[in-house]
């Protein structure tokens, strides 16, 4: 079995950034610290709102190295996307 040193090579953990975005609907782009996008990921922590219309409706993609782009898709009335961004070495 695996653990997570060996899945980022063992290099362990050089940053955690987290963060959030509310919205209607549509795109909203946060800004954060410079990451080698190469060596991080993203994990959505929490997503709120007050309706549901579409399965899977928000997410929080790293379009570059300080933008973390935040979705929620056509439907949702108000939706919080909380995030991580782990950077490794």
């Known amino acids: 079995m695996s653990n997570l040193s060996e899945f980022i090579g063992g290099g362990g953990i050089k940053s955690v950034q987290t963060g959030s975005a509310s919205q209607t609907g549509g795109i909203v782009n946060v800004t954060i610290n410079a990451v080698n996008v190469n060596k991080s990921f993203i994990m959505i922590n929490r997503t709120n709102g007050t309706s ?3 399965p899977g409706y928000r997410s929080a993609v790293l379009s570059n190295s ?6 929620a898709y056509a ?4 939706t919080t996307v909380s995030f991580t961004v782990v950077e490794y070495y």
């Not at 300080?66 to 979705?71: D, H, M, N, Q």
């Not at 439907?75 to 108000?78: D, K, L, R, V």
């Open 52 to 54: 549901i219309s579409t």
């Open 66 to 71: 300080t933008t973390v782009e935040c979705t």
């Open 75 to 78: 439907g949702s009335t108000f």
